[in-house]
């Protein structure tokens, strides 16, 4: 069987090459080899084989990587799963992913799917998937409510990441520290992925906290949230960021104004870049050359991007193939390209800058949430006769979800408000609302349709509330 070139690049780095660290311990590039070999052993001793689906809830640590790595050795389709998700969440993934297996810290969210913990024993290699095989199947929020699954090839990351790769001038001999969850396409892919395609070195963190970067990190990816939350000490001790080749944001917009703020304290002008799991990275600014703040960047190799009556789209061997399981032949234009469903607009230096969505979507900390699915969750209250969602502009986390209500009379505010706030705990964290206002009707246009846009600028919403 032919290896995919991602396997054969990552299998020729040298075995003495320090990889990854993890609690104070390093891992060379031979040690991650025999990790992923034994976890591919195991996971076949369980039963799984290569073209099966393995879902895979787990935070950032070495079972999540021995996962991983399992995976990839056997040839088996990873469905990362989002580590903060409950019950209700994750039971649509399983019902479309249908993983012959979940590797999980908690099987309670599975009660009918087989469960085990994170692997770890010696056997030998497995087997390996093809360079067109499907490696990963991510699953987005929906603007319908339901997540869609989003089959990513071999082909896709390699393309992805070699282009990213040398506009970034990305080398082996890099160290990026990765705070990011790696269960998203920015931490998973570009994070963990495109570190081990490089031959270059990650310090892996649990999360992100606003400290000093360890002393060897050259590298560093993050959403707009991180660079809020550490520039008060970008501004207090610069110095602690000395050793940063490369500071890159994306996921959701980084203000002009943060970027200018990180910049005058440290120096550097953090690299915004573009993409979406659907399609990976579509455009970024350059290392080298002018990066703009506000701005996007152009076009990666490979990628054609084109504005269309305000809606950014593209065509390119990144951009995935379809949904899966439920195709949705709208998401692509008659001539191939994916519709984004963001709002842009190209500069006059062809730099590409993210206006708005076009899309009902809100983004906290960037983390995708449908304001439909919370609607359908909050649905549920006794005393909702209808609600609608949308996100408000947060200082710390770009947006929050916020809903107006309409009550249906039959409890009093206060019995509604805590029926609602108890229905939100089914949703992860970031996904409840912050805010709630009761209305008397919900904006929707002529034909009755909801005018999410519309919530956020009619809507009065009292201060926030603990969620
Ligand atoms: C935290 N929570 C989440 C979550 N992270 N819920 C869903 N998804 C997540 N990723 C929940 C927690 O369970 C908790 O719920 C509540 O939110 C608060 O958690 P916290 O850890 O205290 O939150 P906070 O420190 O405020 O975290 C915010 C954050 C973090 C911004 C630091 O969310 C984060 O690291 N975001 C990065 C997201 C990311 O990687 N996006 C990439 C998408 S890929 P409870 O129940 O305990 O209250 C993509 C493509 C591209 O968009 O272009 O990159
Ligand atoms: P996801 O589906 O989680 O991959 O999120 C993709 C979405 O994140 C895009 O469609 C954009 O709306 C948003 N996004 C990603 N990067 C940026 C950026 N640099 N600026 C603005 N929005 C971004």
């Known amino acids: 069987m032919v290896r995919p070139a991602f396997l054969s690049r990552f299998l020729a780095h040298a075995p003495s090459r320090l990889a990854l660290r993890w609690e104070g311990v390093d891992h060379t590039y031979g040690d991650l080899r025999a990790l992923g070999e034994a976890t591919a ?10 073209g099966d689906r393995v879902a895979i809830q787990l935070e950032n640590g070495l079972d999540l990587v021995a996962a991983h790595l399992g995976c990839m050795a056997l040839g088996a389709v990873r469905v990362p799963m989002n580590a903060h998700y409950r019950a209700a ?16 810290g908690t099987p309670e969210l599975y009660p009918h799917t087989r469960t085990a913990p994170a692997p770890g024993r010696a056997a030998p290699l497995g087997h390996w998937a093809g360079p067109d ?35 970034w001038h990305l080398a082996p001999d890099d160290v990026l520290w990765l705070t990011l969850p790696c269960f998203h ?50 501004q207090e001790s610069p110095a602690a960021f000395r050793g940063f080749r490369l500071m890159v944001s994306g996921s959701d917009g980084l203000s002009a104004e943060v970027n200018d ?13 573009y993409g979406m799991t659907e399609t990976v990275m579509i455009t970024s600014n350059p290392y080298e050359g002018e990066r703009k703040a506000g701005t996007v960047g152009t076009p990666l190799e490979g ?31 008659a001539d191939g390209f994916f519709r984004t469903g963001d709002a842009g607009e190209w500069d006059e230096d062809g730099y590409l800058r993210i206006v708005g969505r076009k899309k009902d979507l809100v983004i906290v900390g960037g983390v995708n949430v449908s304001p439909a699915e919370v609607e359908h969750v909050l649905a549920q209250a006794a005393g909702v ?3 609608g969602v949308c996100g408000l502009p947060d200082a710390d986390l770009n947006e929050v979800v ?66």
């Open 185 to 234: 396409t920015h931490g998973l892919v570009l994070g963990l992925h495109g570190a081990l395609l490089r031959g270059a070195r990650v310090l892996l963190s649990e999360r992100f906290d606003p400290i000093p970067p360890p002393p060897e990190a050259t590298h560093f990816y993050g959403v707009p949230t991180y660079y809020r939350r550490w520039l008060p000490l970008m």
């Open 41 to 50: 052993g195991w996971l076949a001793e369980v039963g799984v084989r290569p």
């Open 303 to 333: 990628n054609e991007v084109r504005v269309v009556e305000g809606e950014v789209q593209v065509r390119g061997p990144s951009v995935f193939g379809g949904y899966w399981p439920r195709p949705d032949p709208s998401a692509f234009t």
């Open 261 to 273: 703020a990180v910049l005058a304290a440290t120096g550097k002008r953090v690299l915004e870049r």
């Open 89 to 104: 969440e994750v039971a649509p993934i399983v019902e479309d992913a249908a993983p012959v297996l979940v590797l999980t």
């Open 385 to 387: 006769r209808e609600v």
């Open 402 to 467: 916020a809903a107006a209500v309409v009550l249906d009379g039959s409890c009093s505010v206060e019995q509604t408000l805590a029926a609602l706030r108890e229905a939100a705990r089914g949703l992860s964290g970031l996904k409840r609302p912050r805010r709630y206002a009761v209305v008397e009707a919900l904006p929707r246009n002529a034909l009755g349709k909801l005018q999410r846009a519309r919530i956020a600028v009619e809507v009065v919403f009292p201060p926030p509330s603990p969620s």
């Open 133 to 167: 095989d499907i490696t990963a199947l991510l699953f987005t929020s929906g603007t319908t409510g339901r997540p869609k699954g989003v089959p990513q090839t071999w082909a896709m990351w390699t393309h992805n990441l070699d282009a990213l790769h040398a506009r």
